[in-house]
């Protein structure tokens, strides 16, 4: 529209340069070109006439043709100046422009959409808005005294939203010189990093996973062999006829024992993926309406479970048994946060739905375990899956569960995230692939 509006201008200039020439004639001919004053000239009067009129119209050109030039170069300018400014308030990178106190002059689309501030919020004051915290004074005076000496300064920097989320950013900041050698403003140039360091995260902690599982698979499978001639001696033990009742009830307890382990040692071969599984499609609507009745049983009676699904039909690939182990472990870890949380109105809900695929992709079933408990501090979301980190007291649980949930979900190539607000609920979101049922 803005260029539009330029292109007009020319054709607006060569009117008034056109209205220049008539009204230029028109005094020419009053005072200049008057009978009485062709009279007074030593030369013929046609000819002087003649002449001056050239003269006269060879000005009016000159002058045309500067001014125009002039209004070209200027125009010319100005419409720099709008493709520059389009291209700042199109870039994806975040923009701001200081004078040499630090005032804010500019801000592009970017910045505003990112930090969620408004251009009045911003305009005028200092980027100290910003700050996050994450950065002591030091790390700032460093800065302030780079830049203001004339160098750039690029690094990584914690900025603050005005929703008070913090964001990681890639900065550059250039002094900007006038035509004197001072600096008269500052640029900073800032690229969210936001999605690159949590994907970052996400790869450290799968691959800090891989390498626990291979060392627990490594462990569990060399401990197993060692259960399993524990326990066949103990049968054999068990068979004797000359063991006093004493003795006997030692076995027995040795034998719960060895249960337990055989147990956990699963776990561990679970989490680590070296599990044997029978897959078979099933329909989780069915599967999780047939535990119901034993989820309930197995909570606490003021505890309200629910159960919803937005198709009846939704397939999944899956060892029955895995998922019912799942579900279960997620259950009790969900009841568990309730009852440190003390609510007057607990309740865990289990949500199944289908995940349409984007872009011809593999289409999703969701199942979500959400509850109203405690929350997970953020401190603590990474190492959630990692076997025997638990937050429970001594003896009051292995460990093993949320990693036999995390190597489940992964043995049946999906995945497995969690969501949390500290003091008010957790969310535990499983995808895994659909099957059609056929």
Same mark, same amino acid.
């Given at each position: 529209?803005?260029?539009?509006?330029?292109?007009?201008?020319?054709?607006?200039?060569?009117?008034?340069?056109?209205?220049?020439?008539?009204?230029?004639?028109?005094?020419?001919?009053?005072?200049?070109?008057?009978?009485?004053?062709?009279?007074?000239?030593?030369?013929?009067?046609?000819?002087?006439?003649?002449?001056?009129?050239?003269?006269?119209?060879?000005?009016?050109?000159?002058?045309?043709?500067?001014?125009?030039?002039?209004?070209?170069?200027?125009?010319?300018?100005?419409?720099?100046?709008?493709?520059?400014?389009?291209? @700042?308030? +199109? !870039?994806?990178? #975040?923009?701001?422009?200081?004078?040499?106190? *630090?005032? %804010?002059?500019?801000?592009?689309?970017?910045?505003?959409?990112?930090?969620?501030?408004?251009?009045?919020?911003?305009?005028?004051?200092?980027?100290?808005?910003?700050?996050?915290?994450?950065?002591?004074?030091?790390?700032?005076?460093?800065?302030?005294?780079?830049?203001?000496?004339?160098?750039?300064?690029?690094?990584?920097?914690?900025?603050?939203?005005?929703?008070?989320?913090?964001?990681?950013?890639?900065?550059?900041?250039?002094?900007?010189?006038?035509?004197?050698?001072?600096?008269?403003?500052?640029?900073?140039?800032?690229?969210?990093?936001?999605?690159?360091?949590?994907?970052?995260?996400? @790869?450290? +902690? !799968?691959?800090? #996973?891989?390498?626990?599982?291979?060392?627990? *698979?490594? %462990?569990?499978?060399?401990?197993?062999?060692?259960?399993?001639?524990?326990?066949?001696?103990?049968?054999?033990?068990?068979?004797?006829?000359?063991?006093?009742?004493?003795?006997?009830?030692?076995?027995?307890?040795?034998?719960?024992?060895?249960?337990?382990?055989?147990?956990?040692?699963?776990?561990?071969?679970?989490?680590?993926?070296?599990?044997?599984?029978?897959?078979?499609?099933?329909?989780?609507?069915?599967?999780?309406?047939?535990?119901?009745?034993?989820?309930?049983?197995?909570?606490?009676?003021?505890?309200?479970?629910?159960?919803?699904?937005?198709?009846?039909?939704?397939?999944?690939?899956?060892?029955? !048994?895995?998922?019912?182990?799942?579900?279960?472990?997620?259950?009790?870890?969900?009841?568990?946060?309730?009852?440190?949380?003390?609510?007057?109105?607990?309740?865990?809900?289990?949500?199944?739905?289908?995940?349409?695929?984007?872009?011809?992709?593999?289409?999703?079933?969701?199942?979500?375990?959400?509850?109203?408990?405690?929350?997970?501090?953020?401190?603590?979301?990474?190492?959630?899956?990692?076997?025997?980190?638990?937050?429970?007291?001594?003896?009051?649980?292995?460990?093993?569960?949320?990693?036999?949930?995390?190597?489940?979900?992964?043995?049946?190539?999906?995945?497995?995230?969690?969501?949390?607000?500290?003091?008010?609920?957790?969310?535990?979101?499983?995808?895994?692939?659909?099957?059609?049922?056929?």
């Amino acid at each position: 529209m803005k260029k539009c509006i330029y292109q007009y201008r020319f054709i607006l200039l060569g009117l008034f340069t056109a209205l220049l020439v008539w009204a230029a004639d028109a005094v020419a001919d009053t005072f200049i070109f008057s009978e009485r004053n062709l009279q007074e000239t030593l030369l013929h009067p046609e000819l002087t006439e003649l002449y001056l009129r050239l003269v006269f119209g060879l000005v009016i050109i000159l002058f045309s043709i500067f001014v125009h030039r002039s209004v070209s170069q200027k125009d010319q300018h100005i419409m720099a100046l709008m493709e520059y400014s389009e291209v @700042l308030s +199109q !870039t994806d990178e #975040l923009i701001l422009i200081t004078d040499k106190q *630090g005032l %804010i002059k500019y801000a592009n689309a970017a910045f505003y959409l990112t930090t969620g501030y408004a251009e009045h919020e911003i305009i005028g004051h200092t980027p100290a808005v910003l700050k996050s915290g994450e950065h002591d004074d030091q790390y700032y005076r460093e800065f302030w005294h780079i830049i203001s000496s004339g160098q750039s300064w690029k690094g990584r920097m914690v900025s603050r939203k005005k929703s008070g989320s913090l964001f990681p950013a890639l900065m550059t900041v250039n002094p900007l010189f006038g035509e004197d050698g001072d600096i008269h403003s500052y640029i900073a140039i800032q690229r969210d990093m936001s999605e690159e360091e949590s994907r970052e995260q996400q @790869l450290r +902690q !799968t691959e800090r #996973l891989h390498a626990t599982g291979l060392l627990a *698979g490594g %462990i569990a499978h060399e401990f197993n062999n060692i259960l399993a001639a524990m326990t066949n001696n103990l049968f054999l033990l068990q068979r004797r006829n000359d063991m006093n009742s004493a003795g006997m009830q030692i076995l027995d307890s040795l034998e719960r024992l060895t249960t337990r382990s055989a147990f956990l040692v699963k776990e561990l071969l679970t989490f680590a993926g070296k599990e044997r599984i029978n897959t078979e499609c099933i329909n989780i609507v069915d599967l999780i309406d047939e535990m119901l009745p034993f989820l309930k049983a197995s909570i606490s009676k003021n505890i309200v479970l629910t159960t919803d699904h937005d198709d009846p039909l939704l397939h999944i690939n899956i060892d029955r !048994t895995m998922l019912k182990e799942v579900i279960t472990n997620l259950v009790l870890n969900a009841c568990d946060a309730l009852e440190d949380a003390h609510r007057e109105d607990p309740c865990i809900a289990i949500s199944m739905y289908m995940v349409k695929p984007v872009k011809d992709k593999q289409a999703y079933v969701g199942i979500d375990v959400k509850d109203n408990g405690t929350g997970i501090a953020p401190e603590l979301l990474d190492h959630i899956f990692e076997p025997f980190f638990t937050t429970k007291e001594v003896g009051e649980g292995s460990g093993l569960g949320l990693a036999m949930v995390h190597g489940c979900v992964e043995m049946h190539q999906g995945e497995i995230t969690v969501a949390s607000v500290p003091g008010e609920s957790s969310c535990f979101s499983m995808h895994f692939p659909f099957s059609s049922g056929l």
